[in-house]
């Protein structure tokens, strides 16, 4: 990817290449212009000569100047399209995943991604700018030093090739290391984000100390991975001394025994410490760091946003969402979506079907219902037979392996969440105000807060928590006061469609009936799975989940007609002799 990034333009590199060529021209020309200043200028007794070859150096400055400034721009255009390609890989990597399984959503992972493709620009041209720089230095030397005294290289070149192999060697555990952090460097960024998000959560399940010790891992690994990093890092400090300072000990014992005059073993050393060392620095620093940075980074994101298969492009087309296998819809989509608010709540089921796996029996087989706008329904049967799966079919939490769930007409996966709520057996509660809890779902003016209270019969439990100010402390409330506070969440939510999955399972007979009353009080259409009988008796209709198969009724006509019904009625009667 990189490669394919610097080649792609031949004509940039080419115009790179040429800007760098007058960037090192005083690589070439100082030993030379050294030498002679001080041979046939200063030391020959005619300083204006010396001069002179001084200006000539001063003007190759000048040209390196210009060449330097142009070749930042040259770098600038090979390095913009690499990120731009990167930056298009990961935003639609990211939008990929937000909509095939597992659904994994993708804000975080842009930001990240968006990062890790900025450090890789900034990185890319660092390791362009340096290994140019390096290459035109190198051969501008040899080519000065060859011709100002060639017997000099064999001083010089050695150990400075000497240095550069131990530092070349030291890249891949760099490499290896530098990856290691930015994977603890990621996992750490994901520790603390999931904890930031689920403080509420963690504090209502006292979980706070399991959370701290992840976390603190996390702390933990990226610290060892940094030390790592450092440690490896002490190598580029020996390749330095030994390709930068070895050769000006060995020209400075041995230059004039090889003949070399005052001037070429001047001109020599300024060849290594002006041109030189400071080009293996600069390689080693932008090698070291930008490159390990660059490889790990684009191989970070390599790994994070793959390319399209030939599976998830189909996946990702029609409406953007993909089928787990036979075509069943399972779990959450959290991509972006379109919802619509439909015209009313009537429900409609056709044909539906649903299994909890390719291989499972269906536990809905071919349901036709239709639910009319205002309609309250009680769902019974015995435990395990499908009800609360049918309850989560009518919400659009589960999606049919076939058929179809309209409410008011819409696809019950493209309702507006708002439109309809669900209360399942486990009331969720979480420290904050009563009101905070109550008004979860939609925004109440005190008034309404306190109307609702009352209409569903939680006024004494609001009374002795203190008032909806009164700070809530989930754990020490009993299961039926946390579905009196998720009951009257849903009551003040603007949904018309609701659904109580044994919702009132934790009140007493009649605090359910209040509960239930003001429901059907409330209007739009009531779905209740019910936990005692009485629940089917204040329906309109009552539907019996018995196996696979459906019936749909009032109680009257169910208790003439079904021995099942009949049976589930002998075992509610004490309950229904406690109502009356
Ligand atoms: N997530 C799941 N994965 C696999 N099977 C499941 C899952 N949820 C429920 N089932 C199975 O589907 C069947 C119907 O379960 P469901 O919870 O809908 O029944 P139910 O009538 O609501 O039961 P209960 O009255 O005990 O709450 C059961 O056999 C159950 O084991």
């Known amino acids: 990817m990189i490669w394919r990034a610097v080649t792609r333009e031949p004509r940039r590199l080419a115009r790179l290449a040429g800007w760098s060529l007058a960037e090192t021209l005083p690589s070439f020309l100082i030993g030379h212009a050294i030498a002679r200043a001080i041979e046939d200028g200063f030391a020959a007794g005619r300083p204006v000569a010396g001069l002179a070859w001084l200006a000539l150096l001063g003007g190759a400055w000048l040209v390196a100047a210009v060449g330097a400034r142009q070749s930042v721009l040259a770098v600038a255009a090979i390095a913009e399209p690499f990120r731009d390609e990167l930056l298009a890989r990961v935003v639609g990597g990211t939008l990929r995943h937000a909509v095939t399984p597992p659904w994994r959503p993708g804000a975080e992972s842009v930001a990240r991604s968006t990062l890790q493709v900025e450090l890789a620009r900034d990185a890319f041209a660092s390791v362009i700018t340096v290994v140019r720089s390096f290459a035109f230095t190198v051969v501008s030397v040899v080519l000065g030093m060859a011709t100002l005294l060639p017997a000099m290289l064999p001083l010089v070149l050695p150990p400075f090739a000497a240095g550069l192999a131990v530092f070349l060697l030291s890249l891949p555990a760099m490499a290896r290391r530098q990856r290691a952090f930015l994977v603890a460097d990621e996992h750490l960024a994901e520790s603390v984000a999931a904890m930031a998000g689920g403080l509420r959560d963690i504090v209502s399940c006292g979980a706070e100390d399991r959370v701290a010790a992840d976390v603190g891992r996390a702390i933990a690994a990226q610290a060892a991975a940094a030390r790592r990093v450092a440690r490896v890092t002490a190598v580029r400090t020996l390749s330095l001394g030994v ?9 400075l014992a041995y230059g004039p025994g090889l003949g070399a005059s005052a001037g070429a073993v001047v001109g020599t050393l300024a060849y290594v410490v002006q041109s030189l060392a ?10 070291g760091v930008s490159g390990v940075r660059l ?31 036979r075509g069943q819809r399972l779990g959450p989509r959290l991509g ?22 390719p291989e499972a029996e269906p536990v809905v087989s071919d349901l036709d219902l ?10 019974v049967g015995p435990s395990g037979l499908g009800k609360s799966t049918l309850a989560a079919l009518v919400t659009g939490l589960l999606e049919p392996s076939s058929g179809e769930v309209r409410i008011g007409g819409v696809p019950a996966r493209d ?5 309809r709520v669900l209360i399942p057996q486990e009331a969720y509660v979480f420290h904050g105000t009563l009101r ?20 569903v019969g939680m006024t004494e439990l609001a009374r002795r928590l ?6 809530v402390n989930p754990a020490a409330l009993s299961a039926g006061e946390r579905q009196l506070i998720a009951l009257t969440r849903a009551y003040l939510s603007p949904a018309r469609l609701v659904i109580l999955d044994e919702a009132t399972c934790h009140l007493d007979p009649a605090a359910e009936a209040r509960a239930e009353a003001a429901f059907a009080r409330r209007g739009g259409t009531l779905v209740v799975v019910a936990h005692r009988l009485t629940s089917a008796l204040r329906a309109q209709h009552v539907l019996l989940m018995d196996g696979t198969r459906v019936r749909l009724g009032t109680h009257d006509e169910l208790v003439a007609v079904s021995p099942l019904y009949r049976d589930l009625l002998g075992q509610w009667t004490p309950d229904v002799k406690q109502v009356s």
Do not use: H, M, Q
């Not at 390319?307 to 409406?319: D, I, M, V, W, Y």
């Not at 309702?415 to 439109?419: E, G, L, S, T």
């Open 243 to 251: 390709a930068g300072w070895l050769p000006v000990l060995l020209v």
């Open 278 to 287: 400071p080009a293996l620095g600069g390689l080693v620093e932008g090698l």
């Open 295 to 325: 490889a790990a980074s684009v191989s970070r994101i390599r790994e994070t946003t793959p390319l399209p298969g030939p599976g998830s492009r189909r996946a990702g087309k029609g409406r953007g969402r993909a089928a787990t296998p």
């Open 336 to 357: 972006p979506r379109r919802t619509v608010r439909p015209r009313d709540t009537r429900v409609e089921l056709r044909g539906v079907t649903f299994a909890y796996g």
């Open 370 to 379: 239709v639910l009319p706008e205002g309609c309250r329904l009680a769902v």
């Open 415 to 419: 309702v507006d969440p708002a439109a």
């Open 436 to 455: 905070e809890n109550l008004t979860y779902l939609s925004p109440a003016s005190p008034a309404a807060v306190r109307r609702a209270i009352d209409e």
């Open 466 to 471: 203190g008032g909806p100010s009164a700070e």
